[in-house]
Protein backbone atom coordinates (compact mmCIF):
# COMPACT_ATOMS: atom_id res chain seq x y z
CA UNK A 1 0.00 0.00 0.00
CA UNK A 2 1.40 3.19 -1.20
CA UNK A 3 2.50 5.81 1.61
CA UNK A 4 3.37 9.26 0.65
CA UNK A 5 5.09 11.78 2.17
CA UNK A 6 4.93 15.69 1.46
CA UNK A 7 8.09 17.05 0.19
CA UNK A 8 10.08 20.03 2.81
CA UNK A 9 9.90 22.14 -0.47
CA UNK A 10 6.10 22.76 0.54
CA UNK A 11 6.45 23.70 3.79
CA UNK A 12 9.05 26.57 3.04
CA UNK A 13 8.54 30.25 4.11
CA UNK A 14 4.89 29.74 5.62
CA UNK A 15 2.97 32.34 7.52
CA UNK A 16 3.92 33.07 10.73
CA UNK A 17 5.01 29.47 10.75
CA UNK A 18 9.00 29.34 12.72
CA UNK A 19 8.57 26.04 13.46
CA UNK A 20 11.06 22.89 11.87
CA UNK A 21 9.86 19.15 12.81
CA UNK A 22 10.23 16.76 15.08
CA UNK A 23 9.98 12.99 13.82
CA UNK A 24 8.75 10.05 15.57
CA UNK A 25 8.51 6.86 13.77
CA UNK A 26 6.05 4.38 14.53
CA UNK A 27 4.03 1.09 14.06
CA UNK A 28 2.09 1.50 11.06
CA UNK A 29 1.02 -2.75 11.40
CA UNK A 30 0.56 -3.52 7.38
CA UNK A 31 1.69 -0.44 6.14
CA UNK A 32 5.19 -0.39 7.95
CA UNK A 33 6.61 2.12 9.95
CA UNK A 34 5.27 5.45 9.85
CA UNK A 35 6.54 8.36 10.44
CA UNK A 36 4.62 10.84 12.53
CA UNK A 37 5.94 14.46 12.49
CA UNK A 38 5.11 17.00 15.78
CA UNK A 39 6.22 20.55 16.10
CA UNK A 40 7.16 22.07 20.00
CA UNK A 41 7.80 25.05 21.47
CA UNK A 42 8.99 25.87 25.12
CA UNK A 43 11.44 24.36 27.67
CA UNK A 44 11.85 20.96 27.58
CA UNK A 45 11.35 20.70 31.25
CA UNK A 46 8.48 22.16 31.38
CA UNK A 47 5.11 21.18 32.38
CA UNK A 48 3.73 19.29 28.88
CA UNK A 49 0.62 20.77 27.02
CA UNK A 50 -0.39 18.50 23.80
CA UNK A 51 -1.97 20.05 21.41
CA UNK A 52 -4.23 18.15 18.75
CA UNK A 53 -5.78 19.13 15.46
CA UNK A 54 -8.38 17.93 13.54
CA UNK A 55 -9.56 18.06 9.94
CA UNK A 56 -8.44 18.85 7.64
CA UNK A 57 -5.81 21.14 9.30
CA UNK A 58 -3.00 19.99 10.78
CA UNK A 59 -0.58 21.31 14.04
CA UNK A 60 -0.19 24.60 11.78
CA UNK A 61 -3.40 25.59 13.77
CA UNK A 62 -1.94 26.07 16.66
CA UNK A 63 0.44 28.85 15.65
CA UNK A 64 -1.07 31.71 18.17
CA UNK A 65 -1.45 29.13 20.78
CA UNK A 66 2.33 27.55 21.30
CA UNK A 67 4.58 30.60 21.64
CA UNK A 68 1.79 31.87 24.67
CA UNK A 69 2.34 28.58 26.14
CA UNK A 70 5.87 28.43 25.46
CA UNK A 71 6.38 32.26 27.15
CA UNK A 72 4.29 31.08 29.93
CA UNK A 73 7.48 28.17 30.56
CA UNK A 74 5.08 25.62 29.57
CA UNK A 75 6.37 22.60 26.66
CA UNK A 76 3.79 22.98 23.99
CA UNK A 77 3.79 20.24 21.46
CA UNK A 78 1.50 19.54 18.56
CA UNK A 79 1.73 16.28 16.48
CA UNK A 80 0.28 15.74 13.16
CA UNK A 81 -2.07 13.37 12.61
CA UNK A 82 -1.24 10.04 10.11
CA UNK A 83 -2.36 11.43 6.94
CA UNK A 84 -2.13 15.26 7.94
CA UNK A 85 0.54 18.21 7.98
CA UNK A 86 4.90 16.73 7.68
CA UNK A 87 3.42 13.28 8.94
CA UNK A 88 2.94 10.09 6.46
CA UNK A 89 0.68 9.97 4.40
CA UNK A 90 -1.33 6.58 2.86
CA UNK A 91 -2.98 6.93 0.01
CA UNK A 92 -5.45 4.42 0.24
CA UNK A 93 -8.67 5.91 2.31
CA UNK A 94 -9.26 2.16 3.55
CA UNK A 95 -5.47 2.57 5.76
CA UNK A 96 -7.64 4.94 7.61
CA UNK A 97 -9.77 4.00 10.66
CA UNK A 98 -10.89 5.79 13.68
CA UNK A 99 -9.08 2.83 15.72
CA UNK A 100 -6.77 2.73 13.88
CA UNK A 101 -5.69 6.67 14.38
CA UNK A 102 -6.05 6.19 17.67
CA UNK A 103 -3.69 3.53 17.69
CA UNK A 104 -0.94 5.37 16.04
CA UNK A 105 -1.52 8.12 18.45
CA UNK A 106 -1.28 6.31 21.70
CA UNK A 107 2.18 4.55 20.31
CA UNK A 108 3.49 8.38 19.52
CA UNK A 109 2.13 9.09 22.97
CA UNK A 110 3.86 6.00 24.95
CA UNK A 111 7.24 6.85 22.87
CA UNK A 112 7.57 10.38 24.21
CA UNK A 113 7.49 9.57 27.95
CA UNK A 114 5.45 12.26 29.05
CA UNK A 115 3.62 12.80 32.32
CA UNK A 116 1.40 15.62 34.21
CA UNK A 117 0.11 16.34 30.54
CA UNK A 118 -2.65 18.82 29.81
CA UNK A 119 -4.65 18.38 26.95
CA UNK A 120 -6.04 20.61 24.48
CA UNK A 121 -7.74 19.35 22.03
CA UNK A 122 -10.64 20.18 18.83
CA UNK A 123 -12.69 18.27 16.55
CA UNK A 124 -11.23 15.31 15.55
CA UNK A 125 -8.29 15.79 18.28
CA UNK A 126 -11.27 15.87 20.16
CA UNK A 127 -12.55 12.24 19.45
CA UNK A 128 -8.87 10.84 18.86
CA UNK A 129 -7.55 13.03 22.22
CA UNK A 130 -10.75 11.80 24.80
CA UNK A 131 -9.84 7.92 23.98
CA UNK A 132 -6.15 8.61 24.95
CA UNK A 133 -7.28 9.85 27.74
CA UNK A 134 -9.48 7.10 28.78
CA UNK A 135 -6.45 4.61 27.78
CA UNK A 136 -3.97 6.89 29.59
CA UNK A 137 -5.40 8.20 32.50
CA UNK A 138 -2.54 8.45 34.79
CA UNK A 139 -0.74 10.69 32.09
CA UNK A 140 -2.73 13.68 31.87
CA UNK A 141 -3.40 16.26 34.57
CA UNK A 142 -5.83 17.91 32.93
CA UNK A 143 -7.99 18.30 29.70
CA UNK A 144 -9.10 21.50 27.69
CA UNK A 145 -12.09 20.14 24.89
CA UNK A 146 -12.89 23.20 22.33
CA UNK A 147 -15.50 21.93 19.84
CA UNK A 148 -15.18 18.14 20.02
CA UNK A 149 -16.86 15.41 21.54
CA UNK A 150 -16.92 11.74 21.93
CA UNK A 151 -19.85 10.08 19.83
CA UNK A 152 -21.21 6.69 20.89
CA UNK A 153 -23.75 6.54 17.75
CA UNK A 154 -26.33 7.15 19.86
CA UNK A 155 -29.08 10.04 18.55
CA UNK A 156 -28.83 11.88 15.12
CA UNK A 157 -26.10 13.72 13.91
CA UNK A 158 -26.77 17.29 13.36
CA UNK A 159 -28.12 18.54 10.18
CA UNK A 160 -24.63 20.45 9.92
CA UNK A 161 -22.17 17.70 10.54
CA UNK A 162 -24.46 15.62 7.67
CA UNK A 163 -24.28 18.67 5.34
CA UNK A 164 -20.12 18.34 5.73
CA UNK A 165 -20.59 14.95 5.67
CA UNK A 166 -22.01 15.09 1.97
CA UNK A 167 -19.98 17.56 1.01
CA UNK A 168 -16.48 16.18 1.86
CA UNK A 169 -17.56 13.12 -0.18
CA UNK A 170 -18.84 14.84 -3.90
CA UNK A 171 -16.54 17.79 -3.83
CA UNK A 172 -14.00 17.47 -6.74
CA UNK A 173 -11.57 20.26 -4.97
CA UNK A 174 -11.14 19.38 -1.31
CA UNK A 175 -9.62 23.14 -1.08
CA UNK A 176 -8.54 22.98 2.93
CA UNK A 177 -7.63 26.39 2.95
CA UNK A 178 -11.66 27.28 1.76
CA UNK A 179 -12.19 24.87 4.20
CA UNK A 180 -10.95 26.28 6.69
CA UNK A 181 -11.72 29.65 6.22
CA UNK A 182 -15.37 28.24 6.18
CA UNK A 183 -15.32 27.22 9.79
CA UNK A 184 -14.12 29.94 10.95
CA UNK A 185 -16.27 33.49 12.36
CA UNK A 186 -13.63 35.85 11.49
CA UNK A 187 -11.95 34.39 8.51
CA UNK A 188 -8.33 33.74 7.88
CA UNK A 189 -5.47 35.27 5.48
CA UNK A 190 -4.63 34.25 2.21
CA UNK A 191 -0.98 33.35 3.72
CA UNK A 192 -2.94 30.77 6.52
CA UNK A 193 -4.71 29.15 3.18
CA UNK A 194 -2.33 28.21 1.22
CA UNK A 195 -0.65 26.60 4.86
CA UNK A 196 -2.95 24.77 4.72
CA UNK A 197 -3.33 23.65 1.25
CA UNK A 198 0.24 22.89 1.69
CA UNK A 199 0.76 19.22 3.22
CA UNK A 200 -1.81 18.40 -0.05
CA UNK A 201 -0.17 18.74 -3.40
CA UNK A 202 -2.16 15.96 -4.88
CA UNK A 203 -5.63 14.87 -4.46
CA UNK A 204 -3.86 11.22 -3.12
CA UNK A 205 -2.46 13.02 -0.44
CA UNK A 206 -6.06 13.89 0.69
CA UNK A 207 -6.83 10.65 1.38
CA UNK A 208 -7.06 10.93 5.43
CA UNK A 209 -8.87 14.48 5.08
CA UNK A 210 -11.64 12.68 2.64
CA UNK A 211 -12.31 9.79 4.61
CA UNK A 212 -12.09 11.65 8.40
CA UNK A 213 -15.98 12.41 7.93
CA UNK A 214 -16.87 8.80 7.06
CA UNK A 215 -15.01 7.69 10.33
CA UNK A 216 -17.32 9.40 13.02
CA UNK A 217 -19.68 6.98 14.42
CA UNK A 218 -22.76 7.97 13.73
CA UNK A 219 -24.87 4.63 14.60
CA UNK A 220 -24.32 2.32 17.57
CA UNK A 221 -22.71 -0.23 15.61
CA UNK A 222 -20.28 2.23 13.42
CA UNK A 223 -16.71 1.34 13.34
CA UNK A 224 -15.33 3.12 16.93
CA UNK A 225 -18.56 3.61 18.82
CA UNK A 226 -18.36 0.51 20.99
CA UNK A 227 -15.01 1.51 21.93
CA UNK A 228 -15.90 4.63 22.89
CA UNK A 229 -18.77 3.39 25.08
CA UNK A 230 -16.37 2.08 26.64
CA UNK A 231 -13.61 5.26 26.95
CA UNK A 232 -16.94 6.79 28.47
CA UNK A 233 -16.70 4.40 31.36
CA UNK A 234 -13.34 5.51 32.17
CA UNK A 235 -14.16 9.66 31.34
CA UNK A 236 -17.09 9.55 33.42
CA UNK A 237 -14.77 8.53 36.71
CA UNK A 238 -12.56 11.46 35.63
CA UNK A 239 -12.01 13.63 38.47
CA UNK A 240 -9.09 15.69 37.27
CA UNK A 241 -9.77 19.53 35.76
CA UNK A 242 -11.79 19.28 32.85
CA UNK A 243 -12.40 22.05 31.14
CA UNK A 244 -14.64 23.54 27.86
CA UNK A 245 -13.86 26.71 25.86
CA UNK A 246 -16.14 26.34 22.72
CA UNK A 247 -16.69 28.91 20.12
CA UNK A 248 -20.18 30.11 20.12
CA UNK A 249 -20.52 30.06 15.60
CA UNK A 250 -20.25 26.18 15.46
CA UNK A 251 -23.38 24.79 14.25
CA UNK A 252 -21.28 21.06 14.37
CA UNK A 253 -20.70 20.98 18.05
CA UNK A 254 -23.35 23.16 19.72
CA UNK A 255 -24.34 21.97 22.81
CA UNK A 256 -21.56 19.42 23.29
CA UNK A 257 -20.19 21.38 25.34
CA UNK A 258 -22.97 20.70 28.33
CA UNK A 259 -23.30 17.42 27.87
CA UNK A 260 -19.17 17.25 28.65
CA UNK A 261 -19.90 19.36 31.60
CA UNK A 262 -22.22 16.97 32.85
CA UNK A 263 -21.18 13.63 32.47
CA UNK A 264 -17.50 14.13 33.55
CA UNK A 265 -16.56 14.74 36.89
CA UNK A 266 -13.61 16.79 37.15
CA UNK A 267 -15.15 19.43 34.95
CA UNK A 268 -17.69 20.47 37.83
CA UNK A 269 -16.88 24.07 39.37
CA UNK A 270 -14.58 24.89 36.55
CA UNK A 271 -14.20 28.20 34.33
CA UNK A 272 -16.03 26.94 31.33
CA UNK A 273 -16.23 29.36 29.06
CA UNK A 274 -17.96 30.18 25.31
CA UNK A 275 -15.71 32.01 23.38
CA UNK A 276 -17.30 34.98 21.69
CA UNK A 277 -17.29 35.12 17.42
CA UNK A 278 -15.52 31.60 17.19
CA UNK A 279 -16.68 28.72 15.05
CA UNK A 280 -15.59 25.54 14.77
CA UNK A 281 -11.94 26.63 14.25
CA UNK A 282 -11.64 28.06 17.42
CA UNK A 283 -8.22 28.02 17.64
CA UNK A 284 -7.92 30.52 14.44
CA UNK A 285 -10.96 33.04 15.56
CA UNK A 286 -9.28 33.06 18.88
CA UNK A 287 -5.92 31.33 19.37
CA UNK A 288 -4.49 34.00 21.55
CA UNK A 289 -7.62 33.74 23.94
CA UNK A 290 -8.09 30.05 24.15
CA UNK A 291 -4.04 29.91 25.34
CA UNK A 292 -4.32 32.85 28.14
CA UNK A 293 -7.36 31.31 29.13
CA UNK A 294 -5.75 27.69 29.50
CA UNK A 295 -2.36 29.35 30.69
CA UNK A 296 -4.67 31.46 33.67
CA UNK A 297 -6.70 27.76 34.51
CA UNK A 298 -3.23 25.97 34.74
CA UNK A 299 -2.05 28.15 37.23
CA UNK A 300 -4.99 27.63 39.88
Known amino acids: MTVLRTADAAFEALEAWPYTPHYTMIDGGA ?27 WSYLYRKM ?10 ALAPDLIGFG ?8 AA ?17 Q ?25 LFARVAVSNSFLPTGEGKPSEAFLAWQAYSQRVEDFDCGWILNGGTARGISDGAKAAYRAPFPTDAHKAGARRFPLLVPT ?19 FDKPFLTLFGDSDP ?6 RVLQSRIPGAKGQPHRTIARAGHFSQEDAGEELADAVIAWIAV
Not at 220 to 229: F, I, L, Q, V, Y
Request: charged content about 20%; proline content about 8%; glycine content about 12%.
Open 114 to 138: LSNITLFCQDWGGLIGLRLVAARPH
Open 219 to 237: APDTPGAAENREAWKTLET
Open 86 to 93: RSDKPADQ
Open 96 to 112: YSYNGHVGWMLDWLDRQ
Open 66 to 75: LPRFAAAGHF
Open 31 to 57: LGPLRLAHHADGPAGGQPILCLHGEPS
Open 252 to 257: VTAGAD
